[in-house]
């Protein structure tokens, strides 16, 4: 089956309301490729890896995390931007991405889906942070110890931890999330209550905030903590447009 791209488009715009987010990057539609679209492939971010792929797989869209055109790049379509937008237009492949309203969003997105993968009980946005759901929080039915959080994150993200800092002697019960590069939050998340904060990369300042607050702390990966958003869109897309849908993960150590 396939549907028309603005179709399509409105469907996202419906189901993710972009209009709602101040975000860095435009969301929606950011390259033009065929008007009708049967095969989506979805990824975390607009790689040329991924690009390849989706080019071998004949895509029509490609559907991302981590689009183009962000705040501040060089709007200049050189040398790797060249390169990529090039493969897409050459190949009539749409790009769509969403960033913040897929990492907000109460079903599909990145927050939610880290904390269903580790089992947390009510989950909600924490409300004191707007926009509403990028810091989401919920609770382990029994508390456990930092240890047993941070085996548990690593499995719920297949991987390694790429940092972990115990913030005391106390159990986890409430535990805090804003995925990706989020760990500017942990001072919100320390502000609502957390026992601990869980987000993808580590900044220095992050370390001495989490022992002086008394707040446990685990990076587990931007690209990791990102996987459940585009994956979860697309399952979605699958289930109610009967749309043929594939996400492929191309790996990042980051």
């Known amino acids: 089956m396939s549907?028309?791209?603005?179709?399509?488009?409105?469907?996202?715009?419906?189901?993710?309301?972009?209009?709602?987010?101040?975000?860095?990057?435009?969301?929606?539609?950011?390259v033009e490729g065929r008007a009708e679209i049967a095969k989506i492939v979805t990824g975390?971010?607009?790689?040329?890896?991924?690009?390849?792929?989706?080019?071998?797989?004949?895509?029509?869209?490609?559907?991302?995390?981590?689009?183009?055109?962000?705040?501040?790049?060089?709007?200049?379509?050189?040398g790797m931007k060249h390169r990529r937008i090039k493969s897409l237009l050459a190949h009539d492949i749409n790009l769509i991405a969403y960033h913040l309203p897929l990492d907000a969003h109460p079903e599909l997105g990145n927050n939610v889906g880290l904390g269903q993968a580790l089992q947390l009980a009510d989950l909600?946005?924490?409300?004191?942070?707007?926009?509403?759901?990028?810091?989401?929080?919920?609770?382990?039915?029994?508390?456990?110890?930092?240890?047993?959080?941070?085996h548990r994150v690593s499995q719920a993200v297949h991987r390694e931890l790429i940092a972990s800092v115990c913030g005391g002697e106390h159990l986890v019960r409430k535990v805090a999330i804003c995925t990706g590069g989020g760990q500017g939050y942990i001072e919100q998340a320390a502000d609502a209550g957390a026992d601990l904060f869980i987000s993808g990369e580590i900044s220095e300042q992050t370390v001495h905030v989490a022992r002086e607050r008394g707040i446990h702390y685990?990076?587990?990966?931007?690209?990791?903590?990102?996987?459940?958003?585009?994956?979860?869109?697309?399952?979605?897309?699958?289930?109610?447009?009967?749309?043929?849908?594939e996400f492929i993960d191309i790996d990042s150590p980051a």
Not at 4 to 22: G, I, K, S, V, Y
Not at 55 to 68: C, K, P, S, T
């Open 3 to 30: 549907i028309e791209r603005q179709a399509l488009m409105n469907t996202l715009t419906e189901w993710l309301r972009p209009q709602d987010f101040q975000d860095f990057c435009p969301n929606g539609l950011q």
């Open 44 to 78: 975390v971010t607009a790689s040329q890896a991924l690009i390849d792929r989706a080019i071998e797989h004949q895509a029509d869209a490609i559907l991302v995390h981590h689009g183009y055109f962000w705040k501040g790049e060089n709007p200049s379509l050189v």
């Open 124 to 150: 909600q946005p924490v409300e004191a942070q707007p926009p509403r759901g990028i810091l989401y929080q919920g609770y382990n039915q029994q508390p456990v110890s930092f240890e047993q959080m941070t």
């Open 218 to 245: 685990i990076a587990a990966g931007h690209h990791a903590t990102e996987r459940f958003g585009a994956r979860a869109l697309g399952q979605r897309l699958a289930a109610e447009l009967s749309l043929n849908v």
